[in-house]
């Protein structure tokens, strides 16, 4: 079995279960870490047990190595320039969501992957649940009839980040593409990815702008909370919804109504944190008339204990071991950075907005 060579750009929490995933796979060596500040790679390589690998101070430099892919862990802000970087040194990449900070960026990294001609997969794991793949069985089969509305609710009624969450130059955008870019991945991906044409939108950071709300009320400058109307090639209207914060328990589940049936879907967990889709389906119900009698379906969920961020890692290193396409390709992403980039255009706007997607 062919040894992969596997390099991690940033060195924060979520690089350190990008590793606990490489380690778990025998054909894999994590073979260097990079990071700006100086000397965090050294304490995270060491840390982490990674003895043999080389620790740099900047992502240039750990390229320079004979890596079969990188796993880009930075900051939003950074995902551009170490994604077109390591895509044109030959690297495969496993990109962390969000995808980038614009949707010219966005653009740019899938125009570099197709010149390389190497894998640019983004880091969307709520994909690998087994009832996410049973929803988008049910979404594709027909079973609803035409869909024409789709509403995906989520958001927390006080979840909050800080730090370079909140930051516009490090962020680039706030709950939309924290927590937002999952609801939209659920339904996009379940719908089979149909081309946005307008969006009407209002955000908000009412709460995080408070300093009876959020500690760091002074260097708050993302949305918290967002609202858009989504219309779509095919006559399909999508009414997307998310929060950091606010006052109520939640937004209400995610519904896709057809001509012939329509399900509902309620997000997994309790708690002031929970209700985004970041994780697993709490119930799934169809709604359909049988013998001229309204009446509903309990989706038996599966029961599972799968490692959702573990299976992401290991598709993205089987794909580049085996040379299988990117599981998780970056054209589909593109998708949903063109709607976070026009309901941040509208709502700044207060009108309507056309999307425009490269052909």
């Known amino acids: 079995m062919r040894t992969i060579k596997i390099g991690i750009i940033g060195s924060g929490g979520i690089a350190r279960a990008h590793v606990e995933a490489y380690k778990q796979l025998p054909y894999v060596e994590v073979a260097a870490v990079a990071d700006v500040v100086p000397g965090r790679a050294?304490?995270?390589a060491e840390a982490q047990g990674l003895t043999n690998a080389a620790a740099f101070d900047s992502h240039e430099e750990l390229l320079k190595l004979p890596l079969d892919g990188v796993s880009i862990c930075t900051p939003n802000v950074a995902?551009?320039?170490t994604t077109i970087d390591s895509l044109r040194t030959g690297k495969h990449v496993l990109l962390e969501k969000p995808m980038s900070v614009t949707l010219a960026e966005a653009v740019d990294m899938v125009a570099a992957q197709k010149a390389a001609g190497t894998l640019l997969s983004i880091g969307f794991q709520p994909r690998y649940?087994?009832?996410m793949k049973l929803l988008r069985e049910i979404v594709q089969s027909g079973r609803l009839g035409n869909i024409y509305y789709v509403?995906?609710?989520g958001g927390?009624?006080?979840g909050m980040p800080g730090g370079t969450?909140?930051?516009?130059?490090?962020?680039g955008a706030g709950a939309l593409a924290d927590i937002g870019c999952y609801s939209l991945d659920m339904a996009l991906n379940a719908l089979g990815h149909p081309r946005p044409v307008t969006v009407s939108a209002y955000a908000s950071n009412l709460f995080g702008r408070n300093p009876k709300y959020h500690p760091e009320a002074d260097k708050f400058e993302v949305e918290d909370f967002g609202v858009a109307m989504i219309r779509f090639e095919n006559d399909l209207v999508l009414q997307f919804k998310i929060s950091w914060a606010m006052h109520m328990d939640t937004l209400g589940p995610t519904l896709f109504l057809g001509t012939e049936a329509g399900l509902k879907v309620t997000p997994y967990g309790t708690g002031p944190w929970s209700g985004a889709w970041d994780g697993k389906i709490g119930s799934m119900t169809l709604y359909h008339d049988e013998f001229g009698t309204h009446t509903h379906t309990e989706i038996?969920?599966?029961e599972h204990k799968t490692n959702l961020f573990f299976e992401k890692v290991r598709d993205f290193a089987e794909a580049v071991r085996d040379g299988k396409p990117a599981p998780i390709p970056g054209e589909q992403i593109l998708i949903q950075q063109a709607i976070i980039d026009g309901v941040l255009r509208s709502a700044e706007a207060k009108r309507e907005v056309e999307i425009k997607l490269p052909e």
């Open 42 to 44: 050294k304490q995270f």
């Open 79 to 81: 995902h551009y320039q």
């Open 129 to 131: 649940d087994p009832n």
């Open 151 to 153: 509403e995906v609710g």
């Open 156 to 158: 927390r009624r006080r």
């Open 165 to 171: 969450f909140i930051r516009k130059e490090l962020a």
């Open 300 to 302: 038996p969920l599966i």
